[in-house]
């Protein structure tokens, strides 16, 4: 759930951004990407951010949430794309308030929400 303040900042509340920190890394920027794992646009968009965070971008950690009624052939997907980041498998809906879908959402380490200029990783 994202909350507001006087300085316009939209803030990650703490659960969630527990959450993410279990999948990427507490002390990095949090680069997130909520998508449809039986998306064949969205697995390309997958490994274009996982090149873009780890060419020599030190301080972004990608954050990977796939939603996905088929998770086998997503997996396939990923494996044939070589993509070597953790990919979290949503259950039960537990990021569909927090995280715009199909979206990358940028996190600082103090859970402040900015949008990410998608075209950077298209460079």
Known sequence: MLSGCADHNQYMDELTYKQLTKIGHSDDILLVYYFDGDCSMCLAKVKAIEKYTSAAKSGLSPVFIAKTMNPQVMHFNLAQLNVKSAVY???????????????????????????????????
Do not use: D, L, M, Y
């Open 89 to 123: 498998q949503e259950r039960h809906n537990e990021f569909e308030k927090a995280i715009v879908f199909n979206k990358i959402t940028k996190i600082n380490p103090k859970r402040v929400v900015t949008e990410f200029n998608e075209a950077e990783i298209a460079q």
